[in-house]
């Protein structure tokens, strides 16, 4: 009972405990933040490469892709009972230029995917701007949902434009302040103009209706012209409301013209053509469309407050030259196929190395543009399509490293047969089509030299910071020693009224216990605290001081881990716990051998 | 006096200082009956409490015999002998020898606490509390139980230390220049304690001292004097 009355005893009188608590919390809040940081690195790389490939992925050697792709997947499906999903993929790479920034030129990498079937493969609906929720995105948003989430993204920056400025009053302007409110600026316009570019379509369905609308009338007038005239003032006085250089003028100038021109030669079919034009635009205004990551330079900026502002947004224009690396590349000559494209979404992954450089075609479209669709030859024969890999998403339940390895082979054996028996199933294929090899590859695989660099760096920081807490082990040892000294007579007086030696020896042994955990629970906490809030104090940091340690652009991922796990935690106070005690061993055992007869002449 | 509390005959120790040994006690035989007061006399360095030690189990002799209440102790385990010292044997020292982090109500209950693992403490404490209050109490002190003991005077402090070498009942209080550090007022005070203790209770006193005057108080005086005894 005396040691535990002793040992809380001396940890609230003795001040210096307070220096081995605080030396020991100090080591276990440190262990816990790297070992975090850095499971938390891990963990995300995993979740990240798995979401962004799929759980395999079949590739070939080589560029020149993989022909009668669709024939494939139906067989893995069907054959490989842990596959639950496959959807090709086409990837290449090209120059992407902004109308309007004519200095901004940027070497992207593009993929082909194929939208909504890649979502059940990857993680690709997560992160997307118009099609957010959405559970079957694809390159067809609907437009009334673009409309709504640019106009709410102009009046975030019209809100953050009034915020900056109203946070200068008073103040001469500097240069950055007033670079960051032109930026603002430039991106509410950039806005504006594809925000016009998306209601466009709504001016070219109204011309559609007044143009039908007029021709009804007319077929049901027998063919009297004169009643048109109505309409023409109505559209007169929609010409009058608009501004005369907007496209929306255009158009229904455009739908006027054609009107008047059937009054004038009272001919209703004189309608036929621009109704014909107008429908096709209707249906199918922006025949080629692209989602971007939203990472990518001169689409967006990051705020240092943390948001992210979108320069060019759905509606805009992007032109892609793209570098046909596929089959029709030749040795001597390569000249880009260049596209304009619409972008009708924008997407972030949670990988910022993957954001700002990719951006995301139709597959079919990425096909053409990067010569991989099917081509004919002399003598009927054809060059089927071809994708650059098959990703492949495996049933939930399969998730060991193990099993995954045995559906890569299952797959593979799939591979083979389908490619023994490839010239008899398509004799028409140009004999070369299927020379390459292939392989699957699961995710851990493919992602094996980032992952175990990682998994490597976090041993070695875990030891090394092991060995820097052996520091807290000396701390506690020290003193201890001190104590122990200091506390001579006391250990006489307490071994003269019968103490054991085991029993003195316990107090300090139960005093380094307490210190330990006293220690690693104060630790824990200042630890956890410091994990979960390290984005903020990371962004206080760089507000303050101008201290950036991760910088979002250069590191894989935007945020730091923050995740702590308590396993972990549970451990470490283990350890703190041992770390107390192994220091208190030496001087408990100086204190037991003590005898009392020396101890008490100790002055 | 029907029962003897020690029978010590021959008790030799010795030592080493330096080169040569010292020899402190040269043969030392005595007896003490139960519930008798004795006090040993003798000058400083004349290995007075180096015979209260060995008496008292906190070292052992070189040669000798010693029988505490009929009990040979001089082979006896590590525990028994810690057992002894804790419920058989009360000691007052010279320097108090108190706790400085306890209060004066916790420095009396540690020899209690020793005895007894934390289990059986949470049984027994309410009983040991009351006897502490008693005791302390009798010494009036029982004003000052939370107090520090560097906020009492040297007399008190002494008081203080007597009740924690009274408090398990030991059948023999080992008192070593008990008034040693304290003016003589206080220095009578502190005997007449122990007087007190010794006629009603009958408490058996072992006590040294180098004073004339304290050691007459006693029952029957020892000398101590070139190491052996001399009545």
Redesign the interface.
Known sequence: MYKLVLCLRYLRRRAIAYFAVLGVALCVAMILIVTSVMTGFVNKIERAARGLFGDIVLEPYGQSGLPRYDDLIEEIVAKVDSVEAASPRIYSYGVLRIPGQADFRMLVQIAGIRLPEATGVTDFAHGLFVQEGVAEPTFDPLRELMIRRVSDEIEAINAIGTRERNGLDNVELSDAALDLLSRLNNARLYLEAGLSNLKLADEKAAALEYLLDAQNEVELADGDTGVLADNLVELDSRLRELDRSSDQYEVISRARRAMGLAIALGDAARLNDPIDQFEAETIEPWPHRVIPGLGIDALSFNMKTGERVRVVGPGSKITLYVFPVGRGMSLTDLSPNVQRLTIVDDCTTDVASIDNKTVYLPFEELQRLNDMGEQSYEGGLVGPARCSQIQIKVRPDVTSEVELQKVCDDIETVWREFKGNYADRYPNDYPHALLMTAEAQTWRERQIDLISMIETQRTLMVVMFGIISLVSVVLVFVIFYMIVVQKTRDIGVLKAVGASSPGVAGIFLAYGAVIGLVGSIIGTTGGYCFVRNINSIQDWLDDRLGFRVWTRDRFMFAEIPNEVDLLTVLIIIVGAVIAGVLGAVVPAIRAARMQPVEALRYE | MSKTAIEAKGLQKSYRMGEEDLHVLRGVSFSVAAGEFVAIIGASGSGKSTLL?LV?L??RPDKGELVLDGVDVRNLS??RR??????DVG?V?QFY??????NIL?NVL??A??????IS?AGRRKTVRRRAMEVLDGLGLIERLKHKPSKLSGGERQRVAIA?ALINEPKLLLADEPTGNLDSQMGRQIIDVLKRFHTNRGQTILMVTHDQSLADQADRILHLRDGKLKE
């Open positions: 030690h008292g906190l070292d590590a525990r810690n057992r002894i010292r804790c419920e000691f020292f020898h108190l706790l400085p982090e306890m916790e540690i020899p606490q020793v005895d007894s693992p934390a403490w924690r």
